[in-house]
């Protein structure tokens, strides 16, 4: 058997092996695909009256099936008994039933209106739930880079990303012959056969390639030395090449032209939109975190001249982007970009701060920053979807008081019509307010701003 066949053999067996190591993950991917298949054969009009539970149950599963592979992972990396590696799955499976419960009977959100009306997963409950499962992922991450002398955190980012494309790979060979075969069915002796049966093929193709993602990775036995691991943690050549004499030199041009625009910008002083000067630092940081984590190990001069640079770069940058995001924040007070922006450019200054002092140790506290940041983008008064409310209906409320719109707690019509500006300001922030999900709104707020041309407040007295 030659070397290309054994590998797709190993492949197959690690997926075949998967159901006994990732248990609980794997029950909840299967439960994950058999609700998409329900929800294929159930036309809309039939599904109408699930689909609310069909949301939960996908959500549900898709946590149960990421909190499982970091709780087995944790369990049996640190823990040799039998008795830690049976709670790991049970605790998965339960996570996954709770949740299912928190969405349905918390999570629910009522839109349209009359006989259009009808349930919804809210957009707070989803945000969530997919903090949840970052977070969980992370985790996952770290506690495959154990123990720290066969692994560590940058290693254990490696090897995710190859079973990931591996499984991808495998999984669109997989869709494509499938296909292609039920296709040749259709075409030459089914020609009725339902569009569906291709629904069908790519969910469980989706399923098949979970599998060989689990069974991709070593085993993480405490005690054993799985000699798999050096392989999948081993980057080729062909990635080494790629990382360091194509991505690096990309990556280091792209700075030297942020940093003549970022002089150009000051010199001229035309500023491009928020939204532009947002996209653009959030993705020069972030990627280049990854590619930093990436060649963490690159003896190269040109990997160790990247490492030690790209931080006092992204500094820079990010010291440049402030000026913009405090303008902005000034100009139109806090919205849904700008705190997105702020938390994200406090993780990547902080980011950049822990690479120059700790360097390949800081990957694991940058990762728990990480998490620190998703769970707080989520919680109550300091979330995305309440902070940003409270800043605007602040910044309205300082509007309508100084036009002498808001007395005694009640909005009042102007005593003359207010300037464009002003005007400008108060539908931007009363739009954002009104349109936002389940607002925290103060007594003197008119739900029904949704139009200001249906509203006597506005108008000239």
Avoid at 74 to 99: D, E, M
Avoid at 138 to 143: E, Y
Avoid at 266 to 295: D, N
Avoid at 307 to 317: M, N, S, V
């Amino acid at each position: 058997m030659n070397s290309f066949t054994q590998s797709i053999m190993d492949a197959f067996n690690g997926a075949i092996k998967a159901t006994g190591t990732f248990p609980a993950a794997i029950l909840n991917a299967f439960a994950f695909a058999i609700v998409t298949m329900i929800r294929i054969q159930l036309d809309w009009p039939q599904q109408e009256a699930y689909n609310f539970l069909f949301n939960c149950l996908h959500w549900s599963f898709a946590l149960g099936a990421i909190v499982s592979m970091a709780l087995i992972v944790f369990a049996q990396s640190r823990y040799k008994n039998n008795r830690a590696f049976i709670t790991a799955n049970i605790l998965g499976v339960a996570i996954a039933v709770i949740t299912l419960l928190i969405l349905y009977f918390f999570g629910e959100l009522q839109t349209g209106n009359g006989e259009t009306r009808y349930s919804v997963i809210s957009n707070l409950a989803a945000a969530r739930v997919s903090a949840a499962i970052l977070i969980s992922f992370l985790l996952f991450v770290i506690a495959a880079g154990y123990p720290r002398d066969k692994s560590d955190f940058s290693r254990s980012f490696f090897m995710t990303h190859k079973a990931f494309f591996i499984a991808i790979i495998y999984g669109i060979v997989i869709m494509a012959g499938v296909s292609g075969v039920a296709g040749a069915v259709q075409a030459l002796l089914y020609n009725e056969m339902s569009e569906k049966v291709y629904m069908y093929i790519a969910t469980l193709t989706g399923f098949l390639a979970f599998t060989i993602f689990l069974g991709y990775f070593p085993e993480f036995k405490k005690g054993i030395n799985d000699d798999h691991r050096e392989t999948a943690q081993k980057q080729p050549r062909y990635i080494e090449v790629l990382f360091v004499y194509i991505m690096i030199p990309i990556m280091l041009a792209l700075t030297i032209v942020l940093f003549l625009w970022a002089g150009r910008t000051i010199f001229t002083g035309t500023w491009p939109s928020f939204v532009r000067l947002a996209g653009i630092a959030t993705s020069y940081s972030f990627a280049g975190l990854w590619l930093h984590i990436m060649v963490t190990h690159h003896k190269s001069g040109l990997a160790k001249f990247y490492r030690r640079f790209y931080p006092f770069a992204a500094l820079i940058i990010l010291a440049f982007e402030a000026g913009a995001l405090v303008s902005q924040i000034n100009k139109f007070g806090v919205k849904f970009a700008e705190y997105s922006f702020a938390l994200v450019w406090v993780v990547a200054v902080i980011s950049a701060i822990l690479l120059l002092v700790l360097r390949a140790k800081s990957h694991i506290p940058i990762t728990a920053m990480i998490c620190v940041a998703a769970v707080i983008s989520v919680l109550p008064l300091v979330g995305y979807h309440a902070l940003p409310v409270a800043s605007q209906v602040d910044r309205l409320e300082k509007l309508l008081i100084e036009e002498n719109m808001l007395e005694n707690g009640q909005m009042v019509p102007a005593a003359k019509e207010p300037e464009l500006s002003v005007r400008e300001s108060i539908t931007d922030a009363v739009f954002y307010i009104a349109y936002a999900e389940n607002p925290k709104l103060p007594e003197w707020f008119d739900t029904e701003l949704t139009a200001l041309s249906n509203t006597d407040t506005f108008k000239e007295k």
